[in-house]
């Protein structure tokens, strides 16, 4: 007899890019399929030195059980962090939370029930259409362009389905890119206040812009908009600028928000590891992120400036595309243009025999995917594997 599983896993799938890297085991195979830093660009020697001091100075409280909204040294350093960014908070106006992507769960399990309506970009990050389908949201896409999220379709959006929240990667969106324009950011925020709706700014990508930094955040620019504070829900990471590996990310928010997400993160993992807050506490304390930052942005930018100038050279008039200004992304779009690919899940396929990985686009959109688009990441490949592997994908589009 089949187990009598939860009704609720019936609204969701395993993971697309999960189930892609099965396929990746083939020898010399070169990937833009993941969504993770280059773990060449970890600052090893400063971590290790954020160890040892979170075991000389507080062994007992790095190694012990925490406070599950998180171990004060770090919120008081995020709090900092977030400061330089024009950001005001107070340490216990955050929460630490095991990844940002924690966050979106609490978010799933304090704000959605069944039926609710959540809008999202159209595209997403993947895990976000999962988690937020799991816990029973009837998702609504809202159409992103190269300025990030359509404003004027999104308020025609909130004005139909009066959803629970509205929640948006406005920096480097993962998968799109996009980085939103600042007129448009003012625009979420006066669109929360007149429809008194949430908005869930998710803002893993931000600190990683390669030229002109981006606009301020959305919660930064809220100090400027009567009523809007209190409406929006800002999640960070140190994922993408210092490691995965720590799990160490916070959210942001309203302070009946945080207090329900706390109550939830109890009965889940009871608090993030002590020991990587600890460690995140000591590096951040040592003041070593700008450096780190300004390396990041270097090899990134230039392996981004690289991919583009390859996707151009290589396939041409067959792509389209924007070029990012951050992040980790490009998101692009077969034209068809002389006969060419034009269904980028065959298109895969097809890159795959050629001993090159990407992601096609269909799996970030909620609903109505673009079957023409596909994600690349420049992240962990250096410039000659960049330029190679766009041979090779002209070799998969003939």
Known sequence: MPLPFADRLNNVETSAIRELFKLLGKPGIISFAGGFPDSAMFDVAGIQEAVNLALTEEPGAALQYGATEGYTPLREQLAAFMGSKDVSVAPDGLIVTTGSQQALDLLGKTMIDPGDKVIVEGPTFLATIQCFRLYGADLVSAPVDANGVDTDALEKLMAEHRPKFVYL????????????????????????????????????????????????????????????????????????????????????????????????????????????????????????????????????????????????????DAVEFTQPQGGLFFWARLTGAGGKAKDAGEFAKKAIEQGVAFVPGAPFYAGNPDMATFRLSFATADVAKINEGMQRLKQAIA
């Not at 931000?206 to 504070?229: C, H, M, Q, T, W």
């Not at 608090?271 to 951040?284: D, I, N, R, V």
């Not at 930018?301 to 690289?306: I, L, S, W």
């Open 169 to 316: 990667i406005p920096t480097f969106g993962n998968p799109s890119g996009a980085m939103l324009s600042l007129e448009r950011r003012k625009k979420v925020l006066a669109l929360a206040v007149k429809y008194n709706t949430l908005i869930v700014e998710d803002d893993p990508y931000g600190d990683l812009y390669f030229n002109e930094a981006p606009p301020p955040s959305i919660l930064s620019l809220s100090k400027d908009v009567p009523g809007s504070r209190e409406l929006i829900a800002h999640c960070g990471s140190m994922s993408k600028v210092l490691s995965p590996g720590l799990r160490v990310g916070w959210m942001i928010g309203p302070a009946e928000l945080l207090a329900k997400a706390t109550m939830c993160k109890q009965f889940s993992d009871a608090h993030t590891s002590t020991f990587a807050q600890a460690t995140a506490a000591q590096y951040l304390k040592a003041g070593r992120m700008p450096a780190t930052l300004a390396r990041v942005r270097k090899v990134y930018g230039e392996r981004a400036v690289a991919m583009g100038a390859a996707l151009k050279r290589e396939l041409g």
